[in-house]
């Protein structure tokens, strides 16, 4: 009997991926953020391009409008970001110059240099919420039984 191969298709996408690497996802900087937190830092993570585009260019108003939040959360959501070290801010805003503020994810390379990965230094303070709980990989896994089935 002979072995059918599989044929290994891989999905041709133009525009590229993003990726957020298991050691992030399951540190307690990231679990310590709220769900709009960590749709903000996904947006971030779009808009950057290695070796092109590592610096973000980002003002509360537009990060509001293009994820559909009001700009005072989208600024709070920044300064969380920033005080977990997921993000550090490289450039001022100018309103003069009418430019906004930028930042760079300290989990991916800049300027050709490793990442700081200050994100991994941050320390869970205070009461435990709802938002913040332990890693996925690290919860045993609980079955529950149907009423009727045996």
């Not at 059918?4 to 540190?27: A, L, P, T």
Request: hydrophobic residues 35%; charged residues 30%.
């Amino acid at each position: 009997m002979s072995r059918r191969r599989r044929k290994h298709s891989e999905v041709q996408r133009s525009n590229g991926f993003m990726q957020v690497h298991r050691e992030i996802y399951d540190s307690i900087a990231y679990r310590s953020l709220s769900f709009i937190d960590r749709a903000v830092l996904l947006h971030l993570l779009y808009h950057y391009i290695p070796n092109r585009s590592e610096v973000i260019g980002m003002s509360n108003r537009r990060l509001a409008r293009e994820i559909g939040i009001n700009k005072d959360t989208a600024g709070r959501a920044l300064r969380k970001l920033e005080s977990v070290g997921l993000i550090t801010m490289i450039d001022e805003s100018d309103w003069y110059q009418g430019t906004a503020r930028s930042y760079r994810l300290t989990f991916m390379t800049y300027q050709g240099r490793q990442p700081t990965d200050e994100w991994a230094e941050f320390q869970n303070g205070g009461p435990t919420t709802a938002d913040k709980v332990t890693a996925i990989s690290r919860q045993p896994r609980r079955f529950r039984r149907l009423a009727g089935s045996d």
